[in-house]
C-alpha cells in the first residue's frame, strides 16, 4: 500500500528540548517537502529536498534541520531555537519539481511544546 | 507566484453540485492551478489540476477561462464526507521555487 507516513500523529515535548519527525514514502519519489501549519492558516514551506543528500531552505526554516540520507525517508528536527514550535507539521513528495507534478501529503504531525 | 482569491466560506446541498471559484488574475503562461482539500487535522488532499484545458477525474472537474484568470473546480455531487477547506493554488514551473503557496482557502460546507 503506497503512501507518505508521518510518526507519531502527536508529540508532545517540554520547551528547550529538540525533537524529530519522521517523514517516509514508499512512492518512489525523488523530492520531498515539510511544511508548518498554524490554526486557521494555510501551509508555509520549511525545507525541500529534490534529490538525496540534498536540501534547500524554505520560507521557515529557522529553527528547523533536515536530512536525507535515504530517498524514501527526510526526518525534521524541531530545535531550541525555534521560537514558537507548537503546530501542525505536514510531510509531502513528489515524482518530480516541474509545475505539473502534484504533491501528495501525509497525514501529519501535531507537536504541542509545553 | 501569482496569488490566489477564494470565498472564505460557502455551503451546498447535499446532492447537488459544488461550484468553488477561484481568483489567479496575475497568472502566468506557464503556471498550473491546483486544487487540494484539507479535512480537519488531516493532510491535504489532492484533487486535480490544470494548466490551460478543462481536466476531469473521479472526483472533480476543473473549468479554467480561456483568460486563465480564474478557474472553478466542480464536485459534480456533493456528499456530506466533502466538507472541508479547499485551497486553490497557483505553482509556477520555472520560477526556480519548489513550492505550493497556500491561502486561507474556501470552508465547503455540504447540508444535509
Known amino acids: ?51 538525496v543528500n540534498d536540501f534547500q531552505k524554505g520560507d521557515i526554516a529557522e529553527g528547523y534541520s533536515v536530512s536525507r540520507e535515504k530517498k524514501e525517508s527526510f526526518p525534521l528536527t524541531v530545535t531550541s531555537a525555534q521560537k514558537n514550535p507548537t503546530a501542525f507539521y505536514l510531510c509531502a513528495s513528489s515524482s518530480g519539481t516541474s509545475g505539473g507534478v502534484a504533491q501528495y501529503f501525509g497525514p501529519g504531525t501535531r507537536l504541542t511544546v509545553l | 507566484d501569482a496569488k490566489t482569491t477564494q470565498p472564505t466560506s460557502m455551503d451546498c446541498a447535499e446532492g447537488r453540485a459544488a461550484n468553488l471559484p477561484c481568483n489567479h488574475s496575475t497568472i502566468s503562461g506557464n503556471e498550473y492551478v491546483y486544487w487540494y482539500r484539507q479535512i480537519h487535522s488531516q493532510g491535504p488532499q489532492y484533487i486535480i489540476h490544470g494548466l490551460k484545458n478543462n481536466e476531469t477525474n473521479e472526483m472533480a472537474s476543473l473549468i479554467i477561462t480561456e483568460d486563465r484568470k480564474s478557474s472553478t473546480l466542480i464536485l459534480p455531487h456533493a456528499t456530506l464526507r466533502d466538507t472541508a477547506v479547499y485551497y486553490c493554488i497557483v505553482r509556477s514551473t520555472t520560477s526556480g521555487t519548489y513550492k505550493y503557496i497556500f491561502g486561507t482557502g474556501t470552508r465547503l460546507k455540504v447540508l444535509a
Open chain 1, 1 to 51: 500500500d503506497g503512501g507518505i507516513t508521518q510518526s507519531p500523529k502527536y508529540l508532545f515535548r517540554k520547551e528547550g528540548q529538540n525533537v524529530t519527525l519522521s517523514c517516509e514514502q514508499n512512492l518512489n519519489h525523488d523530492a520531498m517537502y515539510w511544511y508548518r501549519q498554524d490554526p486557521g492558516q494555510g501551509l508555509r514551506l520549511i525545507y525541500y529536498s529534490q534529490i
